[in-house]
């Protein structure tokens, strides 16, 4: 018998032992909500399977009485707008930040402490200073994301590009390239698919922050809708609504994933994480 | 092809001396080898005429000027490792230099002057024998090809001297003669003026055409950064000489000894 550290299951035996979990917690929730209820066809804490199925599809299809949208769609536009907005922008922020610091030591001198100092802000904290500054609409929310991730992704693609190997640089100019040049023909390329990954670690922060901020003052969104129903402890919206978040922030995961695997065939780091 | 001189010149750092007062002139169109125990300074002397490192004391000219305080396109570099661009093939690699002096903004040429590029670097892949290779990347090439790669990128601006660190330190013996004919070849062919740093004194030894040993010739046993490394030995190699090579493998051996005594203190 071979130690276990060196068996490995095979393909089939792997998939199967990846869903396993799934297949469990499924039939854990499926057995304790049809004892639920049981005692009470009215209980809200446990929805059947097919309640939430009938609640998720009227929340998709079909127009609301109060408002004739479709809920689920108008508050994933919102949320996806906001999230994409706040990420777009902190990894555009991060990019340039970080190349800037990691390269140039002037720059590193005067902004490395300030984005740490930064950084270690709780992003939350600072939720009733944003929406005091920005008013309750859209930008306070985007304000969040931004505040909670950008300086993360500032501070590791600096770090990247500190990483590079100086053997890289000295060759560069040794091949006549200017600093702007080093920038754009060396790091950039080099440093881009690190921020992708960085981008994917950051990406549950931003969930956070966007749900946190619509919980709190929102007229639609994601974030809003389970906080709005909870009140009615409307299982059968929440849930499915979790669900689907889910759904959204593993799909940008593996999107990235890919993004990162087409554009750039040379890189191999980072694919474990 | 460019000559270069060192006069008193030092290195330090901090408190450590790394070279003390070396004095060297080396005509355009030698090539010189350099040997030595590890830690004794060859790479920082490399690096100072990379214009890496600036000396603590003294003078470096590069054709009877001082040397530049930054790398630039008149000396080219080969490293051990990390020498290409991971993110660019290797026609891309040998292209980039063409590149970056045909467009200071964009660093990226189009139409005919990136078919020019291409061609000319081409070529360059050619004479190293990696034409085949042209649109692999640097991590699909072997270790010997990643540094044929190295030299042709390095070849690119035609520099006046051409600096390898160690380049073939991580190659198989069968390769490495390979490296040696291959670099011989440029060398003869385009007049550079090489500094080669190896640690395998055969080579040091068969490959150039004078010879460097850097050791320290003073030693404080209580303070082992207290004295630099120096020219111990500077030997033309047109007249080679079985004995004198007993006798400097001898010297580095006991160099290496004492290095490790010292850093094992
Ligand atoms: N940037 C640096 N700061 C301080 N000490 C250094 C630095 N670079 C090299 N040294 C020291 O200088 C000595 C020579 O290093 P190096 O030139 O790399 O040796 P070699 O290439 O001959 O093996 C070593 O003792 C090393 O620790
Ligand atoms: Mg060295």
Redesign the interface.
């Known amino acids: 018998m071979k130690r276990i550290i060196n068996q490995t299951p095979n393909r089939p035996t792997g998939l199967a032992l990846g869903l396993l979990p799934f297949v469990l917690v499924l039939l854990v929730y499926m057995v304790a909500s049809a004892a639920r209820l049981a005692e009470n066809p009215n209980d809200p804490l446990l929805p059947s399977l097919s309640a939430m199925a009938e609640s998720f599809q009227r929340l998709a299809t079909e127009p609301s009485r109060r408002t004739g949208d479709l809920v689920l769609w108008v508050d994933t536009a919102a949320s996806l707008t906001r999230l994409g907005l706040g990420v777009l922008i902190s990894m555009a922020m991060g990019l340039m930040v970080g190349i800037l610091t990691g390269l140039i030591p002037y720059v590193r001198r005067a902004f490395s402490p300030f984005v740490a100092v930064l950084s270690m802000i709780p992003p939350l904290a600072m939720l009733p200073i944003l929406f005091i500054a920005f008013g309750v609409g859209e930008l306070a929310k985007v304000m969040l994301i931004i505040f909670g991730i950008a300086p993360f992704i500032m501070r590791d693609v600096q770090q990247r590009v500190e990483e590079l ?4 640089l ?9 600093t ?2 080093i920038m ?3 790091v950039l ?2 440093v881009f698919p690190r921020l992708l990954d960085a981008t994917r670690l950051a990406l549950g922060s931003a969930w956070l922050f966007l749900i946190a901020s619509e919980a709190i003052a929102a007229t639609e969104g994601l974030g809003y809708r389970i906080f709005l129903v909870r009140r009615y402890l409307d299982m059968e919206t929440i849930l499915p609504y979790v669900a689907w978040i889910t759904l959204l922030a593993f799909t940008a995961d593996i999107l990235l994933r890919l993004i990162t695997r087409y554009c ?5 780091g980072g694919r474990s994480r | 092809m460019s000559a270069v001189t060192a006069r008193n010149l030092w290195k330090e750092y901090d408190s450590d001396v790394v070279l003390e007062n070396i004095d060297l002139h080396v005509p355009a169109g030698e090539f010189v080898t350099i040997v030595g125990a590890s830690g004794c300074g060859k790479s920082t002397f490399l690096r100072m005429l990379l214009g890496e490192e600036s000396p603590t004391r003294g003078e470096l000219l590069l054709d009877d000027a001082p040397m530049p305080a930054e790398p630039g396109p008149d000396r080219g570099v080969v490293f051990q490792k990390y020498s290409v661009f991971p993110h660019l093939t290797a026609l891309k690699n040998v292209m980039v230099a063409d590149e970056l002096a045909g467009a200071r903004l964009t660093g990226r040429l189009f139409g005919s002057a990136r078919r020019q590029a291409r061609e000319r670097a081409m070529d360059m892949l050619q004479a190293v024998g990696l034409d085949h290779a042209a649109d692999k990347y640097p991590s699909e090439l072997s270790g010997g090809m990643q540094q044929r790669l190295a030299i042709a990128q390095a070849l690119m601006k035609d520099p006046k001297v051409l600096l390898l660190d160690e380049p073939f330190g991580a190659l198989d013996p069968g390769i490495r003669k390979d490296m040696h004919a291959l670099i011989l070849d440029l060398w003869q062919r385009r007049g550079l003026t090489v500094f080669l740093v190896t640690h395998d004194l055969q080579e040091g030894f068969t490959l150039g055409s004078r010879l460097l040993v850097f050791d320290k010739v003073r030693h404080d046993p209580q303070a082992p950064g207290a004295y630099g490394a120096n020219i111990t030995y500077d030997i033309p190699l047109q007249r080679q000489n079985p004995a004198l090579y007993d006798e400097v493998r001898e010297r580095v051996a006991a160099a290496e000894q004492e290095t490790l005594k010292e850093s094992t203190r």
């Open positions: 190997p100086t053997e890289q000295v060759k560069a100019q040794t091949l006549g390239a200017s702007w040049q754009l023909r060396v390329p080099q750039f065939p040379w890189y191999g």
